[in-house]
Nanobody, 125 residues
């Protein structure tokens, strides 16, 4: 399984970005997917996760109401729509896949089996 995040960039505070995560593999619809981020000098933190069918989503409190996670199982792609961006959202954003058949959504990084290389989001004030 390979993941590739894209869509990062420089945006002013209050602006929007949409991240995409393309996932290889013939069983995309069986993966729980998540977004994480890591700011300089900080640990990697959970942002959002989505269930296999897309019906269940979970968000970190810091992004709830501003970010929306979604997936298109026909295109093997996951998205993160980020609105009302703040300077504290600046980080490298990673997408990840959890192959655990028992999981619905997963918020803990070590539970994820595969990670993409990340895309940088910079929010200027």
């Amino acid at each position: 399984v390979q993941l590739q995040a894209s869509g990062g960039g420089l945006v002013q505070a209050g602006g929007s970005l949409r991240l995409s995560c393309a996932v290889s593999g013939r069983t995309f619809s069986t993966y729980v997917l998540g977004w994480f981020r890591q700011a300089p000098g900080k640990e990697r933190e959970f942002v959002a996760a989505i269930s296999r069918g897309g019906g269940v989503a979970q968000y970190a409190d810091s992004v709830k109401g501003r970010f929306t996670i979604s997936r298109d199982n026909a295109k093997n792609t996951m998205y993160l729509q980020m609105n009302s961006l703040k300077p504290e959202d600046t980080a490298v954003y990673y997408c990840a896949a959890d192959l655990d058949a028992a999981a619905i959504v997963t918020t803990i990084p070590r539970h994820y089996d595969y990670w993409g290389p990340g895309t940088l989001v910079t929010v200027s004030s």
